[in-house]
């Protein structure tokens, strides 16, 4: 009897040995590499087993081999190096998706209808186009109608922003509400015609009056230009592509990023958009990984749906980071600012921002200290023409956001006002309930005053930050060499006062722009701010761990560590170790998300005969030149 025990419990415990064994089978083994874990010490492993999708165990090669069964895939590295996927935290990829992909489906089906600004001479021309588009193209009495614009100079810019006024939309357009892009970032400002105007104060006349902002004219009467708040109110009421039609173009622009190592993204969305990424991810068909900001609740002023959102809701896959207001400040184009412009700076209208345009450009007449949302005595408008602001919507909304337990961040800051201005509204929102604001984001790093990082630091504020190179030179001139070297993109002042920080680089390769963080290097080769240039460990860690950490999943991806899902990219020189100056010549051999091969180079595939199921296996190269805009040139889109 004793030994019949003996045998059942020897027999149960070597069942249970066996089922642990055999779970522990290992799906893929990558070995004899240099894995990156980018873990808290930064160790560098020699192979890595997954499972189920996540990482199962990091180490020797000899060791990790031990957990291969007969249908495991493994891959020897034979020396190469393993870097976890790249975690993107700002790129309008919708905007992006729109505007190169737009030509394969066109403007009936993209809801977009560009303006061609290259025949434009006066703004007959623009009316010409416009009406020429609504005989084409036959819209329902009432529908609202998307013009967007191509790259605008100066004189044009002029032509829009003092000449163009809703009367002469109303010529080719009595029927229709319009909203027209008129060359700079859709969120930062807009036309709309009479019809427009109509729907707009009948709906939300009240909230305008109140919190504006909009101009007018010498009858008094708005002239059709809006700004925020009141020009984002349109925005929930124009129809962008429909789930069907959006998603052939989405998914071509979301194939570029694993072909640059990127597995997560996160962007701010407006809601026609977040439906067509839900129906890529119910086919299965989302490349990366995607953390969204909710912008259209900013857009329509009502409370209610603030408590039916619930941050961090959704998948893995597709999931809700905050709520944003999409922009505190005028955008690139318009970054808010309390320094003194030179007044002969830079005379170009792709020049770094309004400030650098040359003194007598109308726009820097206009706005000679940028779009200063945050400002309410900022009344905007052609010579002051904007009517006046009697209340701060962004410092009630921001309040809302507090109240309701929820998190802001994907918004754009700009300018060192901006920071200023926003910091000292969320230290308000902090003193009134302690701890409301930690962890919310601000976007880009762009002219931050070194005074204010201890104030962000000790609100637990998270930025991300971009490489801060190409505008450097600009900045130089409209300001000083000083204001250059301190403000812009200061991400090791950020880390070493304890603020996260996630990488973005919107249009820039994605190793180009660790390569920039590194170097502190412009493409001329001049170095800016070498006292913010950051070690290799440290900016692997920004693109990756700071990265997750913006987008709330650093207990799942970022590292490569047991548990994490299996994001990881096979890079084709060794990080650790190339020059720093050709840090921008890696490109991918093999990215892995969630454990399934999602991109192979095509030189990668051919040599070592890999071709999994469902991977793109395509250059980069090759994949941008898929890309078909709606008109030739880049168009001003929904971003």
């Known amino acids: 009897m004793r030994r019949s025990i003996v045998l059942t419990v020897l027999f149960t415990f070597s069942f249970l040995v066996s089922l642990s064994l055999g779970q522990q089978t290992a799906d893929t083994i990558l070995y004899n590499g240099k894995v990156l874990t980018v873990n808290e010490k930064f160790t560098i492993a020699e192979a890595v087993a997954i499972k189920d999708g996540k990482f199962l165990a990091v180490g020797k090669s000899d060791e990790i081999l031990q957990l291969a069964g007969p249908n495991t895939l493994k891959i020897d590295l034979k020396g190469q190096t393993v870097a976890p996927g790249q975690?993107?935290?700002?790129?309008?990829?919708?905007?992006?998706?729109?505007?190169?992909?737009?030509?394969?489906?066109?403007?009936?089906?993209?809801?977009?209808?560009?303006?061609?600004?290259?025949?434009?001479?006066?703004k007959d021309d623009v009316v010409k186009?416009?009406?020429?588009?609504?005989?084409?193209?036959?819209?329902?009495?009432?529908?609202?109608?998307?013009?967007?614009?191509?790259?605008?100079?100066?004189?044009?810019?002029?032509?829009?922003?003092?000449?163009?006024?809703?009367?002469?939309?109303?010529?080719?357009?009595?029927?229709?509400?319009?909203?027209?892009?008129?060359?700079?970032?859709?969120?930062?400002?807009?036309?709309?015609?009479?019809?427009?105007?109509?729907?707009?104060?009948?709906?939300?006349?009240d909230f305008i009056e109140k919190y504006g902002r909009y101009y007018v004219g010498a009858?008094?009467?708005?002239?059709?230009?809006?700004?925020?708040?009141?020009?984002?109110?349109?925005?929930?009421?124009?129809?962008?592509?429909?789930?069907?039609?959006?998603?052939?173009?989405?998914?071509?622009?979301?194939?570029?990023?694993?072909?640059?190592?990127?597995?997560?993204?996160?962007?701010?969305?407006?809601?026609?958009?977040?439906?067509?990424y839900k129906a890529l991810e119910k086919k299965g068909q989302l490349p990366v990984r995607f953390g969204y900001g909710i912008q259209d609740v900013f857009d329509t002023p009502d409370a209610a749906p603030l408590k039916?959102?619930?941050?961090?809701s959704g998948s893995d896959m597709l999931w809700v980071t905050?709520?944003?207001?999409?922009?505190?400040?005028?955008?690139?184009?318009?970054?808010?600012?309390?320094?003194?412009?030179?007044?002969?700076?830079?005379?170009?209208?792709?020049?770094?921002?309004?400030?650098?345009w040359d003194s007598k450009n109308p726009m820097a007449k206009m706005y000679n200290r940028g779009w200063c949302f945050l400002d309410i005595e900022f009344k905007g408008g052609r010579d002051g023409s904007g009517a006046p602001i009697k209340g701060n919507y962004f410092n009630d909304w921001f309040q809302l956001v507090a109240q309701n337990g929820l998190r802001s961040a994907n918004t754009h800051v700009q300018g060192d006002a901006s920071h200023r201005m926003f910091l000292t509204m969320l230290e308000k929102i902090d003193a009134a309930k302690p701890g409301s604001v930690k962890g919310w984001g601000m976007d880009h790093?762009?002219?931050?005053?070194?005074?204010?990082?201890?104030?962000?630091?000790?609100?637990?504020?998270?930025?991300?930050?971009?490489?801060?190179?190409?505008?450097?030179?600009?900045?130089?001139?409209?300001?000083?060499?000083?204001?250059?070297?301190?403000?812009?993109?200061?991400?090791?002042?950020?880390?070493?006062?304890?603020?996260?920080?996630?990488?973005?680089?919107?249009?820039?390769?994605?190793?180009?722009?660790?390569?920039m963080i590194i170097t502190r290097k412009d493409n001329q080769g001049k170095v800016w701010g070498p006292h913010e240039r950051l070690d290799r460990a440290t900016a692997l860690r920004v693109s990756t761990v700071g990265g997750a950490k913006y987008v709330l999943k650093d207990k799942h991806i970022g590292s490569i560590e047991p548990g994490k899902f299996a994001d990881l990219v096979i890079l084709s020189h060794d990080y650790m170790t190339i020059p720093e100056d050709q840090i921008s010549d890696i490109y991918p051999l093999v990215t892995i998300m969630g454990g399934k091969v999602t991109y192979v180079h095509p030189k990668y595939a051919e040599e070592n005969n890999f071709k999994p199921a469902g991977a793109t296996i395509m250059t980069r190269e090759q994949l941008q030149a898929r890309r078909k805009h709606i008109i030739d040139g880049s168009i001003w889109g929904r971003s």
């Open 87 to 122: 975690v993107h935290t700002h790129t309008h990829v919708h905007a992006r998706a729109e505007d190169e992909y737009g030509g394969h489906i066109g403007p009936q089906k993209l809801r977009t209808f560009p303006i061609n600004f290259r025949l434009v001479k006066t």
């Open 129 to 205: 186009q416009m009406r020429d588009i609504m005989s084409t193209f036959k819209f329902k009495p009432n529908e609202w109608i998307f013009f967007a614009v191509t790259s605008q100079n100066a004189e044009q810019i002029e032509l829009v922003w003092e000449n163009l006024t809703r009367y002469d939309l109303d010529k080719a357009t009595p029927d229709n509400p319009v909203v027209f892009s008129i060359g700079v970032p859709a969120n930062s400002g807009y036309m709309t015609n009479s019809k427009g105007i109509e729907i707009l104060w009948q709906k939300y006349g």
């Open 219 to 276: 009858d008094g009467k708005p002239n059709g230009h809006l700004e925020p708040p009141a020009g984002r109110l349109a925005w929930p009421l124009v129809p962008g592509p429909s789930p069907e039609d959006g998603a052939e173009i989405y998914r071509m622009a979301l194939d570029e990023f694993p072909a640059e190592g990127v597995t997560t993204l996160s962007t701010r969305l407006p809601d026609y958009a977040i439906e067509i």
């Open 308 to 312: 039916n959102i619930k941050i961090g």
């Open 322 to 356: 905050s709520v944003s207001s999409g922009m505190v400040d005028g955008a690139t184009y318009g970054f808010c600012t309390d320094l003194k412009r030179n007044d002969t700076a830079v005379n170009d209208p792709t020049a770094f921002g309004v400030l650098g």
């Open 445 to 515: 790093c762009t002219m931050i005053n070194p005074k204010d990082i201890p104030r962000a630091a000790k609100l637990g504020i998270q930025f991300s930050c971009g490489p801060g190179g190409r505008g450097n030179a600009n900045l130089a001139q409209v300001f000083n060499e000083e204001v250059a070297s301190t403000y812009n993109s200061p991400i090791k002042s950020l880390l070493d006062a304890g603020v996260n920080v996630g990488l973005e680089g919107e249009q820039t390769y994605r190793w180009q722009t660790i390569e």
